[in-house]
């Protein structure tokens, strides 16, 4: 122990001697690590982003979409277009027993127009158990009750993207908006949701369902545009996509084995559809990084080399007044695992500087965890040891006669 | 057993190209404690070859080398390495310090090697640089340092292990004459007050004049070895 105490001194005095081409030769392996930090913590960065993107589309939702299945103009009535309606909504809300709720919503992006401000909003049409299945709160103000929804009353609740464009600071609760020709009043604005992975999901009026296919898009019928169900709890999750799916195929006369004219999807597929996009993404720019790593230990097994030749006579000096070997190579080998080490660390500092500095830009916290940090000082130490590994034994099978020799 | 060195029928073989050349013949030779010799030669006749081997730096083709009573002859790599670091202290004719490293680190580096505590170390190496008459001059690098102050420094690196045995290579092959006198003299006090055996190669006559017993070396073989009664006394010579 004390012995490789005084090695690592002669070592890191070496170095010292060397300050300018021992730091150059770190600064290789000090990119490298930045790099591969940098993209580590991204990559688990983006992941939580996505993770939380995805749980703010509610909790279990099972997504039914309608998907005109015409692939030959020949094929049946089943394919006349005539998508989900408000009905299989129904039938799934009574037959399927793993769903806890099921809701509907038609959007249309709109001009809409308000005293103060006017703008292209997403005017969506839902029933009242949209609000549960994909989790909107209530800011201010109130839902549309059953009444209203029956009576198709003109009342709408908007979220706050929205709010900000047609009334900026103002409170849009008692006031007007008109959609089209028609005038809604405003009941309740809701609490953000932020970014899905499709759309903002704030930038939304919401009215009743009823109301949107009389006085927005009239010529829909009581077709809708997507059925959402809320599995009971997670596990139940594919068991739901299992009975929607039977309950749909009987209700759209479709037959074993046929092209359906909807498509299921659930929040899990979401997530892990996404998940493993950004995996396969991560995992090639750790591979370019890697690489960068690469590169900064041939530089250091390289100045290792030109080392070991330049002290040749050094090394034939250590021999004759008694140093083994293995205490020369352990030199070495401890000259270049603190060549790396200190690029290692020093490639930490470095991306957690960037990151900091960049933090705000990129609209996502980036992720340093402990585990990267570990890795990334086990990676240099091992790059060290690796690739000053032949220069130190070349250095320790050096002939003494001959290194002494040498000029 | 009484003698400190001892070589019986030692050859030493290099293959240069297709032929064999005997760089030391069957060479036979008892040196004692104390000491003082002197191994002279032209270039070529074998004497440096004579000094890796008593140096334990290199091993003879045949015969037996017994040093303080070891066959060091058919030692591993690394219980050499032990015998050079515990029983030979080594001046060379380049001094051959690390270079930026200062005197006091210089001389501190058998014991490092020998896993001395830093504490000890610094004592001892300090004594060492005294001895030498280098105690103002510990923190200089060689590159501050005369030539004759560099081979105090490597002669205070050769002591501070406290060495049966001081081997030196032409010690003032790089020094003007009155400096030479000042290191052999140095040589000779070190022989004469501590017992510490020297065995110095040179190739000139009147640096072998101050042994007590000159070795001459020709065509690998020990030509003649004879005593000299009355050694120049160097440090008188250099106060001329």
Known sequence: MKALRTALEMAILSLVRQRLRSLLTSVGILIGVAAVVLVAALGSGARSEIDRQIQSLGSNVVFIFSQPAAKSGAKSRANMGMGLTERDAEAIRREATAVSAVTVYSEVNAQVVSETGNGKIGVMGVDENYFEVRG????????????????????????????????????????????????FLIIGTLRSKGQSPFEDQ????????????????????????????????????????????????????????????FRIGTQQEFQRMQEGIF?????????????????????????????????????????????????????????????????????????????????????????????????????????????????????????PIEALRHE | MSSLIRLQGVSKDYLSGPEVVHALADVDLDVGPGEFVAVVGTSGS????????????????????????????????????????????????????LPRTSALENVELPLVYRGVGARERFRRAARALAQVGLADR????????????????????????????????????????????EVLALLQALSLDHGITVVIVTHEADIAACARRIITVRDGRIFRDERNENPQIASVESHR
């Open chain 1, 136 to 183: 909107y709160e209530v800011a201010t103000g109130r839902r549309f009750n059953e009444s209203e929804a029956q009576t198709k009353a003109k009342v709408a609740l908007i979220a706050p993207t929205a709010q900000e464009k047609l009334f900026g600071s103002l409170d849009p609760v008692g006031r007007w908006v008109r959609v089209g020709k028609h005038p």
């Open chain 1, 202 to 261: 704030d930038d939304r009026l919401l009215i009743p369902i009823g109301t949107w296919r009389s006085r927005v898009v009239p010529t829909l019928g009581d077709r809708v545009q997507l059925v959402m169900a809320s599995a009971k709890t997670a596990e139940h999750s594919s068991e739901a996509e299992r009975q929607v799916k039977q309950i749909l195929m009987q209700r759209h006369q479709i037959a074993e084995g046929e092209e359906p004219d």
């Open chain 1, 279 to 399: 995996t396969v993404l991560t995992v090639l720019l750790l591979s370019v990084a890697a690489i960068s790593l690469l590169v900064g230990g041939v530089g250091v097994m390289n100045i290792m080399l030109v080392g070991v030749t330049e002290r040749t006579r050094e090394i034939g000096i250590r021999m004759a007044i008694g140093a083994k070997p293995g205490q020369i190579q352990v030199q070495f080998l401890l000259e270049s695992v603190a060549l790396t080490l200190f690029g290692g660390v020093a490639g930490i500092l470095v991306a957690t500087l960037l990151m900091l500095a960049f933090a705000d830009d990129l609209g996502f916290p980036m992720q340093l965890n402990p585990a990267a940090i570990g890795v990334a000082v086990a990676t240099s130490v091992f790059i060290g040891l690796v690739f000053g590994f032949w220069p130190a034994r070349r250095a320790a099978h050096l002939d």
């Open chain 2, 46 to 97: 074998g004497k440096s070859t004579l000094m890796n081997i008593l140096g334990c730096l290199d091993r003879p083709t045949q015969g037996r080398y017994e040093l303080a009573g070891i066959d060091v002859t058919s030692r591993s790599t690394d219980q050499r390495a032990l015998v050079r670091n515990r029983l030979i202290g080594f001046v060379f004719q380049g001094f051959n310090l």
């Open chain 2, 138 to 181: 510990v923190h200089h690098t060689p590159a501050q340092l005369s030539g004759g102050q560099q081979q105090r420094v490597a002669i205070a690196r050769a002591l501070v292990t406290n060495p049966p045995l001081l081997l030196a290579d032409e010690p003032t092959g790089n020094l003007d004459t009155k400096t030479s006198h």
